[in-house]
């Protein structure tokens, strides 16, 4: 069988949820539609195109999108209806391949290497699934088409709506060039500005840079990162979820840490990145813990277990913070910080009910419903934007010299009030 | 320092003052206890800055001192003391240890390392209750606080005093619960106190005997019993409204042998706790109740027992091992289980006939069974 130059397929799904509405009501179709919370501080989770036109997009408040777009059709979200529709789309991808990565309800990633002896060449591939989710599931998606999983995820920007794009793997570096660095994977408005700052318009431009300089502009694991993607060079295998045993996060700082303020927003950060996955692969886990790992290289773990799994960044929080403040670490140097969840479980599983109050006005430290929707806006920005977009405040207040102990803060800054070009 | 002790005495304090702050020191000097011979007493401290533990025992003293010494070791060491009287000699840094033929020589830490211990004012308000019935009031509730340090104002045990009546109470958001008691005295506030704190002050009260003085400070709360003083730092924060989590209904009442439903559901539960989140299902029908666990790995059990049952019949499945502590605080030979529905919490009360029933509430959220 001859190798494929351009094995792997991007597919996303266009204007997700607002689609799914769009098809689930006729009457719906060919409006501005958004998805999301009509309340005064609800945010659009999506757009449909028509509503786009009007500047309208995902993460935007709903107040502002109402008076960009007074007829605005305005539906609430539907996140059971949207799992189940994306179950649909997912088992469309593997019926062509076993090598799909879901990224998130709307999008995956395909190694169709082993597939065109049977269905065709990569194009011929991407256009089959593009019918059949058509014509199985009424929903436009479009495809990208590359030697990368990079290039395929930019390349289905580039087709959408409702297309399909393809680059030979041979031309892949040419045509990258001339495009804006802020079209590379992993760069952020702050990467893009501070690029742009030393006069790094252009990925042909990062490319031909130095690896060295580029280091020092961005640090080193983004350095090298970017100088690769923008050569076109992306290592990253197309690989399939296994059933995970546990999903942890752990930082190791680039010079010990001391001050339990910077501890307690490691935490933070890491929690809600195990959180955003646990929720992405509709996970929930029972036991938290937390690791530490100290100067000397001496290690200890601390865990909880609940009596119910949860998914909830704000648990996660509660927990590892109270576990952090367990170790009473009295300013102990710290190396490495971490924290997990395992233990993990579908939802199918029998669940221990928490206490509630006859009266739902009655505060309780736990069974506080608004985490999940924060929870859910965070995740739907995250998703949107391809970082952390909503985040907890005290994870914004950047300290200049707080960036060499965390080079990936770029990404977790709040999205900007535009919106990204194909979105 | 120079003195001599009785050993048992001698033991106790040195093992008490240890055990009660259980090591999770990170302080090398949070992990010794500070000695301190003065007027005919040695006082043996003990803290992690949360709790701190004193005790007094009389001695006989040649010359007072001080001396800060690891806990860990010297409990290990009068744990294995013949019986002899022991005697302490020698400098804080290097202190002789001799009791009956056996001679050692411990190395002492920096005496000003050692933090000063919270000591109640003199003035604070107090009250006095037996120590039994305290530490019945606690066994009865502790069991319900959670032991997730990740939620602090659960860890903790609230104890409120007001208008003549002791209220304990304490959640894990699965379970809640709360005992009164008659307690006439001055003092009247509200304390939020680690659970692990006042299980051990209620140990070493059961331990002790006679009666229990609280004292009840801003941020901080004493217990005195004879010779010994545990002061525990309380938890910050304000305990849930608990009262609003108590139902003000139930459709179904059950009363039955609390012996007999605590073994048929340790039985029952062993399928049940081979597996995490395992339920055992209760069915309450036509004078009966049945009991029943499946795990899917290791198969089914299931046992019936007579019961009184007011009211409609119904399944509701729990956390077995929440269930058992449920049942083990009530104490009573027979309870009272007030249910509405297989997803309402269900209420566990001692049964009696006479009036001298202590006054307990133990709320027990269910499992939903898919």
């Known amino acids: ?423 | 320092m120079k003195l001599r002790a009785d050993r048992a005495q001698f033991a106790d304090a040195v093992s008490w003052a240890t055990r009660t702050v259980a090591g999770r020191v990170t302080l090398p000097a949070l992990s010794g206890v500070l000695l301190e011979a003065q007027d005919g007493k040695l006082t043996c401290r003990a803290t992690d800055l949360e709790v701190a533990a004193e005790i007094t025992i009389p001695v006989s003293i040649d010359r007072p001192g001080r001396a800060l010494l690891p806990g860990r070791l010297l409990a290990q060491l009068v744990a294995r003391f013949p019986q002899a009287p022991v005697e302490l000699d020698g400098e804080p840094d290097r202190l002789q240890i001799t009791c009956g033929r056996a001679t050692f020589h411990v190395r002492g830490m920096q005496v000003e390392d050692f933090p000063t211990l919270p000591v109640p004012a003199e003035d604070a308000s107090s009250g006095v209750l037996p120590a039994d019935a305290f530490a019945r009031l606690v066994s009865q509730v502790a069991r319900a606080a959670s032991t997730d340090e990740g939620r602090p104002v659960l860890t903790g045990v609230q104890l409120h005093a007001e208008g003549g009546l002791l209220t304990a109470a304490a959640t894990d958001s699965y379970r809640l619960a709360v005992r009164t008691l008659d307690w006439d005295q001055a003092l009247e506030g509200n304390a939020l106190v680690p659970s692990r704190s006042l299980q051990e002050a209620a140990k070493a009260a059961g331990e002790v005997g006679g009666s229990l003085t609280i004292v009840l400070e801003e941020g901080q709360v004493s217990f005195l019993f004879g010779d010994r003083r545990l002061t525990t730092k309380l938890i910050e924060g304000t305990f849930p409204n608990y009262r609003a989590l108590l139902p003000d209904a139930h459709e179904t009442t059950v009363v039955i042998e609390r012996t007999p439903l605590v073994e048929a559901l340790q039985r029952v539960a062993i399928v049940a706790l081979g597996q995490a989140n395992t339920p055992v299902s209760l069915t309450f029908s036509d004078g009966s109740v049945e009991l029943q666990a499946t795990n899917q790995e290791m198969g089914d059990a299931a046992e019936a027992l007579p019961a009184d049952i007011d009211g409609e019949g119904l399944t509701i499945a729990f956390n077995p091992a929440f269930l058992l502590a449920g049942l083990e605080a009530t104490g009573t030979e027979r309870i009272r289980i007030e249910l509405r529905d297989g997803l309402k919490p269900a209420v566990l009360h001692p049964e009696t006939d006479d009036e001298q029933t202590d006054d307990l509430t133990y709320l027990l959220m269910p499992m939903r069974v898919s």
């Open chain 1, 1 to 423: 069988m001859p190798r494929v130059a351009e094995p792997i397929l991007h597919v996303d799904m266009d204007a997700f949820y607002a689609s799914v509405e769009q098809r689930d009501d006729p009457q719906l179709r060919g409006r501005p539609v958004v998805v999301g919370g009509a309340g005064g501080r609800g945010v659009v989770a999506a757009a449909s195109y028509e509503a786009r036109r009007f500047g309208i997009h995902s993460a935007m408040p709903m107040v502002r999108a109402r008076r960009l777009c007074p007829q605005l059709v305005i539906v609430p979200n539907r996140f059971d209806r949207y799992r189940e529709v994306s179950g649909a789309v997912m088992e469309i991808l593997t019926s062509v391949t076993p090598l799909v990565e879901p990224l998130s309800l709307d999008e995956a990633f395909l190694d169709v290497g082993g597939s065109v002896g049977l269905f065709g060449t990569p194009t011929q591939i991407g256009e089959r699934l593009r019918r059949e989710v058509r014509a199985q599931l009424d929903l436009p998606c479009s495809v990208g088409i590359g030697p990368t999983k990079s290039v395929a995820k930019l390349l289905s920007g580039r087709a959408k709506p409702d297309g399909l794009l393809r680059w030979p793997a041979d031309e892949v570096v040419e045509r990258l060039a001339p495009l804006p660095v802020s079209e590379l994977w992993g760069a952020g408005p702050k990467t893009v500005e501070r690029l742009q700052g030393y006069g790094l318009r252009t990925i042909g431009q990062v490319a031909r840079t130095d690896l060295r300089t580029l280091q020092r502009v961005v640090g080193d694991a983004l350095g090298t990162q970017l100088h690769q993607l923008a050569r076109g060079i992306d290592p990253r295998s197309v690989t399939p979820h296994e059933p995970a045993r546990s999903v942890s996060a752990e930082e190791t700082f680039d010079e010990d840490v001391d001050d339990p303020v910077v501890l307690r927003r490691e935490v933070l950060r890491l929690a809600e990145k195990v959180g955003r996955r646990l929720r992405r692969a509709e996970l929930s886990g029972r036991t938290v813990t937390l690791k530490v790992r100290f100067a000397s290289f001496e290690t200890v773990t601390r865990s909880s277990t609940l009596a119910a799994p949860t998914d909830r960044t704000h648990d996660l929080v509660v927990v590892a913070g109270g576990l952090l403040d367990g170790l009473r670490l009295e300013r102990a140097r710290v190396r490495l910080i971490g924290v997990g969840v395992s233990n993990l479980g579908d939802d199918t599983a029998a669940a221990q009910l928490t206490l509630d109050a006859a009266d739902p006005g009655t505060e309780l430290p736990w069974n506080d419903p608004r985490w999940d929707r924060v929870d859910r806006v965070a995740d739907q920005v995250a998703e949107r934007f391809g970082g952390l977009g909503v985040s907890y405040a005290s994870l914004l207040d950047d300290h200049p010299n707080d960036e060499d102990t965390a080079p990936t803060r770029e990404d977790r800054t709040p999205p900007p009030s535009t919106s990204p070009e194909d979105r």
